[in-house]
C-alpha cells in the first residue's frame, strides 16, 4: 500500500509544470537565501566551489557551480575513457545483444533509451555505466573522450525522479524521462553521453551549444538539480577499469577504463 501510494505521488508530481514552476523559482533572486540550507541539508562541500555562495544570484546559480582549478584533476592514462561527472555507479557491465540488464532490477533497450536512432547498432555488445547524480554532487557534466560530435538529439519525455525508489518502482524511467543524447567519435569509435532529466530538473543545458569538439575533460553541459548520465561505448572498444562496481562513488576526471581499437 506505501509503496502504491508512494508511486502515485510521484507520477502527480512529475509533470513538466511543476518542473517549470520549480526551476522558475531556483533561478529567481528570492532563492539564494536558501543556499545555505542546501548546502547544510545535502552537506555540500561549498569550498571547492569557484566562488563564495554569497557571490551566486540564485540557487540555480549555485547548482551549477563550476569548481576552483584543479580540485578535478584528469587521469593521466593513454587512451583513458574518464568519468563524465561526480557520481554514483548505478549500473555498470557488457550490453547484451542490444539491452542494458539489470539496473535496479530492470532491463533496458537501447532502441528506448536512444529513441531508436540508427547509432544503436554501434552499442548493441558495447559496455555501460549509469552514473547518477544527488543533489550533493558537482552537476556539470564534462567531456569523457576527446573528440567530434556526430550528432545531438533532444528526446522530449517525463521528469520522474531517478534515484533509487525511482529507478526501482517506476517502469522504465530512464527511457521514459527527458533526454538529450551526444554522440562523441573518437580515434577507436564511437560514445554516447545519454544525459536524463529528473524530477525538478527544468532542464538539460549544453555549456556551448556551437561546440562541435570537445577536450577530455571539457565542460560539456550541466543539469539544472540533480539526475543520471548513461554512459555506452561502442562494442569492441572499451575496458573498463578492474574494480569498478555498482555502489561506487567516481569523481569527474577519474579512470573508468581504457579505449581500444576496434578487433577487425
Not at 508512494?6 to 520549480?22: A, F, G, N, P, Y
Not at 547484451?96 to 529513441?115: D, H, P, R
Not at 570537445?214 to 569492441?236: H, I, K, N, P
Amino acid at each position: 500500500m506505501a509503496k502504491t501510494l508512494l508511486r502515485l505521488m510521484t507520477e502527480l508530481s512529475s509533470r513538466k509544470w511543476i518542473s517549470r514552476t520549480v526551476g522558475a523559482f531556483s533561478k529567481s533572486r528570492g532563492s539564494k537565501a536558501f543556499i545555505p540550507y542546501f548546502v547544510r541539508t545535502y552537506n555540500i562541500p561549498a569550498q571547492e566551489a569557484e566562488k563564495d555562495w554569497k557571490e551566486y544570484r540564485s540557487l540555480n546559480d549555485f547548482f551549477t557551480r563550476r569548481l576552483k582549478p584543479g580540485m578535478r584533476p584528469l587521469d593521466s592514462s593513454e587512451h583513458a575513457l574518464i568519468s563524465p561527472v561526480d557520481a554514483k555507479i548505478t549500473a555498470a557491465g557488457p550490453i547484451s545483444a542490444g539491452t542494458i540488464l539489470n539496473v535496479k532490477g530492470q532491463n533496458y533497450t537501447l532502441a528506448e533509451l536512444l529513441n531508436h536512432s540508427p547509432h544503436l547498432e554501434k552499442y548493441k555488445h558495447g559496455y555501460v555505466f549509469v552514473l547518477y547524480l544527488s543533489p550533493r554532487d558537482y552537476h556539470r557534466i564534462h567531456a569523457p573522450v576527446s573528440g567530434r560530435k556526430i550528432e545531438s538529439e533532444h528526446i522530449k519525455g517525463k521528469v520522474y525522479p531517478v534515484n533509487d525508489f525511482g529507478l526501482t518502482h517506476m517502469k522504465s524511467v530512464l527511457s521514459r524521462n527527458e533526454r538529450l543524447i551526444t554522440y562523441i567519435e573518437h580515434d577507436y569509435g564511437e560514445v554516447a553521453v545519454v544525459k536524463v532529466g529528473a524530477m525538478n530538473v527544468s532542464s538539460i543545458q549544453y555549456t556551448d551549444a556551437d561546440a562541435r569538439s570537445w577536450t577530455r575533460g571539457d565542460d560539456l553541459a550541466y543539469f539544472e538539480f540533480g539526475s543520471t548520465v548513461v554512459l555506452l561505448m561502442q562494442t569492441d572498444t572499451f575496458e573498463p577499469a578492474p574494480g569498478l562496481k555498482p555502489g561506487d562513488s567516481v569523481k569527474m576526471g577519474s579512470l573508468l577504463g581504457l579505449l581500444k581499437p576496434k578487433q577487425s
